[in-house]
T-cell receptor
Framework: GQQLNQSPQSMFIQEGEDVSMNCTSS?????WLWYKQDPGEGPVLLIA?????ELTSNGRLTAQFGITRKDSFLNISASIPSDVGIYFC????????????FGKGTRLHILP | DAGVTQSPTHLIKTRGQQVTLRCSPK?????VSWYQQALGQGPQFIFQ???????QRGNFPDRFSGHQFPNYSSELNVNALLLGDSALYLC?????????????FGAGSRLTVL
């Protein structure tokens, strides 16, 4: 079935560093969503992208909708301890089947 | 304004048993989707309910069934539990069924099957 491939699977960074992660698919998406999940919680929407090429920011987070519509990127600037968690890309498929599917996530760890 | 609430938060069952999980959507939302999240994985779509009917279904066996009530709340039922059903079950609500609509998730119900 259709998959969203996220990379890297996990990241270990120092506080203050910038972070980049991406999500790719073999199929076209018309909406890209980035969620974050903290331990013991459900995913929370960070950024939603609706147009190819769109670049959207939410505080220190910036996400882009790839021109090919098959990828998306999420960047976090000047990471802080509360950025620790799992970041998921997600989206509904292009066709009438509107269920939202998720990638396997990128796990962000911040070293002390 | 309460968000999505799920109950119970944790439960333990044995193989072959049946379980019912409950979800109250965010105020103003009329659509409920259920996801299964195994340890270390992303959420996997189970099904979506709108107007008290199952509108879409993921790749899950018939042991997984659901219901939506007139007040938009929903239940997920799993029969003949298997060890592999152990997971975090997430309920998400939205307004309308479009995939472009934002999902609001609850904290989940963690099911352990022994």
């Amino acid at each position: 079935g259709q998959q969203l491939n996220q990379s890297p699977q996990s990241m270990f960074i120092q506080e203050g560093e910038d972070v980049s992660m991406n999500c790719t698919s073999s199929s076209i998406f018309n909406t890209w969503l980035w969620y974050k999940q903290d331990p013991g919680e459900g995913p929370v929407l960070l950024i939603a992208l609706y147009k190819a090429g769109e670049l959207t920011s939410n505080g220190r987070l910036t996400a882009q909708f790839g021109i090919t519509r098959k990828d998306s990127f999420l960047n976090i600037s000047a990471s802080i301890p509360s950025d620790v968690g799992i970041y998921f890309c997600a989206g509904p498929r292009q066709n009438r089947d509107d269920k939202i599917i998720f990638g396997k996530g990128t796990r962000l760890h911040i070293l002390p | 304004d309460a968000g999505v609430t799920q109950s119970p938060t944790h439960l333990i069952k044995t193989r072959g048993q049946q379980v019912t999980l409950r979800c109250s959507p965010k105020s103003g939302h009329d659509t409920v989707s259920w996801y299964q999240q195994a340890l270390g994985q992303g959420p996997q779509f189970i099904f979506q309910y709108y107007e008290e009917e199952e509108r879409q279904r993921g790749n899950f066996p018939d042991r997984f069934s659901g219901h939506q009530f007139p007040n938009y709340s929903s239940e997920l039922n799993v029969n003949a539990l298997l060890l592999g059903d152990s997971a975090l079950y997430l309920c998400a609500s939205s307004f309308g069924t479009s995939g472009a609509n934002v999902l609001t998730f609850g904290a989940g119900s963690r099911l352990t099957v022994l």
